[in-house]
């Protein structure tokens, strides 16, 4: 499955942005979705993950309370809802599906599949 990401941008501190995910050929339904960003020099970490069939998701605790993640089954998109947003936001962000594992996980080398990243920068 191929993963088109999109929504980022330049935004000033405290500014939102929603980014969207998109899986192609298949449903977000079929996976357990989540939310990575990389920042130059650093390692991938986790921003947030839902289940497959919804419920509680996880949420990494530097973006609790500000980010919220979601899907909407019907346009067959998963979404990041990044509010308050502070500099060190600033990353790359990938969405990965991980096939409806039972477990929920916030390590990236459970994703098997991944998008190719969209780019948010918070000025200060």
């Known amino acids: 499955v191929q993963l088109q990401a999109s929504g980022g941008g330049l935004v000033q501190a405290g500014g939102s942005l929603r980014l969207s995910c998109a899986p192609s050929?298949?449903?977000?339904?079929?996976?357990?979705m989540g939310w990575f960003r990389q920042a130059p020099g650093n390692q991938r970490e986790f921003v947030a993950a839902q289940r497959w069939s919804g419920g509680k998701p996880l949420y990494a605790t530097s973006v609790k309370g500000r980010f919220t993640i979601s899907r909407d089954n019907a346009e067959n998109t998963l979404y990041l809802q990044m509010n308050s947003l502070k500099p060190e936001d600033t990353a790359a962000y990938y969405c990965?599906?991980?096939?409806?594992?039972?477990?929920?996980?916030?390590?990236?080398?459970?994703?098997?599949?991944w998008g190719q990243g969209t780019q948010v920068t918070v000025s200060s």
């Open positions: 050929g298949r449903t977000v339904s079929d996976y357990n």
């Open positions: 990965a599906a991980d096939p409806r594992s039972a477990t929920l996980y916030y390590t990236a080398v459970e994703y098997d599949y």
